[in-house]
């Protein structure tokens, strides 16, 4: 480190930030095809695959969509939280607790009026997430509980829930080897976007239906409480005076609470929000994608959601971009794994790199770098000797 | 008097049953143990490190592997170390050169060791290697009931014992200790005695990590013997959970990693008794011991014992 000394920037560049990003995904599919070198496939080969399965075709744009979903809805809670710097990993857990608040609601009111079922069942998938969440709040606030460890036992708590009711006494005796629920009422099921048989009955010819059949693939109307959520979101945090409270908590905690903000209160309302995000997210998925209840429901988006918030710097308009690139990344991967025989865990893997190089990457965009002894540049404040 | 006695027998079971559940409580506490420690000594020296549970990933799977196909589980456990010390590097890399937030940058190890492990060790799955042997300490182990309990282990576990001591002097009782624990609690203070907290700070992330190694590699080399998928299962959160409770203190740690596994492995063996546990119940009990160690530590005031400048990057150039 002698010899070289780190300024920090007092306006971001303009164009660092994509450069540091291009540049971090370039190391990160460089390291990724290091590692399927390894395993003995074709490096670059395999990470051409996964590029281009994962956005070059036509049916890869449903399946994004229907990955971003999910991970929309839960990297929204979750930037909510980290803008509290309430360092909530728990969206996974969460997602899981709402899919079963939605499927117990599902379960348990058969006798409903068709209009009031899927509401009904995301209410309670909302609720139920939100109190997963809220229980780590509370054990925070009341207890000092470290949030991040609280978080992550309740992930890991609430999928053996799941195991526990899908192995127990939520299992369909109809589905014969297989630990899976009933399949649900028609009423409970979200819709896809695109339905070829309503629109052929409509007079749209064969090859149009097609063709969208292809491009929308298997999303579903979820999308619609994405861009509900965001807007909602992107509301509270400009427009409205809680917004304004949760970025002034977040930057000082102390200093909010002097100016009379209450802060456990905030803390409670943000992890609950994040929760009913996660639960929706996962009730959608199961009630749109799999229309009933499976284990593999976990599928730790939960997880993706973290990055994604973090690498938008828990901007909106921002999570929504990495969202799909990280989707798209997903589905890639979910290519290549097929072809190549490969684990599904290289998924997690290329998330984690990506994170690990733009965390790094930013000292670029933040810092000026420069010889020590040399006059700063314009651009940046005087700076201080780097701590050797 | 009939009564009574029905009582006794009745409760006998559950008594006998302490002492194969401490026995199991060594040998689940272990690879815990290792990692707690290693936390305990990178958060002594500053550095929050969250990645335990993918370094202890990315530590057991070079162990195995080494071990598989060298036979020498003595070489795959300094692998082991080795691979998990190039992941907290990566960290220090990370957090102390690139200034980047240590929550990220540890939530972001942990994805991505969990990730590679799994990934690189699909080939490995269900394969089993050499691992430790048990050998018993001639005289220690003919103590009646704790003797066979305690030492009639593998030489991992005997290093176990040892390390708590070795860590109380090397923190306690050295210079370098000193300065390391300094460095955390504050490393201006730590740079006007001229040392470089800077270089103490990468001393307990490399030290840590190769620590939060070793319990990696016991699991894979003396727990499991096989390698399998997810294999550290949340140990590694168990960790530095317990790194709070015990306070950042060797000893306490000691304490929290077998009180934890103790409770955990008797209520194993009551459930093998015969009374009626679901399995899932029984699944998610690490996980709620855990909130419990968290919740008992944290009845004791928010933080108490954590080293003041703990998980701050050096300020450059504000």
Redesign the interface.
Known sequence: ?NGW????RTEPREWGSVAVFATAFAVSLAICAL?LQ??GHNGAGGVWLLLKGGFGHVYSYGEILLKAIPIFLCSLGVALCFRLQV?N?GAEGQYVIGTLGGCWFVLNFPGLPAWLVLPGTLAAAMLSGGIWAGLAAL?RQR????E???T???N??GI??L??LI??SWRDPAAMNQAVGPYFPPAAVIGRIWDSDFWLKHGVSEGTADFFFQFFGRAHWGVLSCILAGLLCSFLLRKSRLGYEITAAGSNPRAARTAGISYNRLVILVMFLCGALAGLAGFQECSANLERLEPNIVMGYG?TA??VA?LARLRIMRIALFTLVLAGLRFGVENIEQDLQ??H?????????I??TV?????FN??KISRKGRPAASGATG??E??? | MEVEKTFIELLLPYILALAPALAAAVSTGTPILFATLGELVTERGGVLNLGVEGMMMVGSLAAFVICYHTGSPWFGLLCGGAAAMAMSALHGLVCMVFQGSQVVSGLALTIFGVGVANYLGTPYIQQKAEGFTTFSIPLLSSIPLLGRVFFQQDAMVYLSYLLPFLLWFLLRRTRFGLALRASGENPEAVRAAGISPFKMRWASILLGGFLVGLGGAYLALAFMRMWADNLVAGRGWIAVALVIFAFWRPGRAVLGVYLFAGVTAYLFRVQALGVPIPSSIMAMLPYVMTLLVLFVSSLRGKGSGAPADLGNNFKVGD
């Open positions: 480190m000394q780190l300024i920090r590692l390894v395993q360092w990993i054990l207890w000092g509980m470290n991040i460890i609280s992550l036992m309740l890991y708590i053996e829930i195991n526990h192995y127990g997880y973290v990055v973090w490969i684990s865990a290289f998924a997690n893997t290329l998330e984690g790199i994170l690990i965390l790094a990457g930013q000292l933040d810092y700076g201080e780097r701590g050797s």
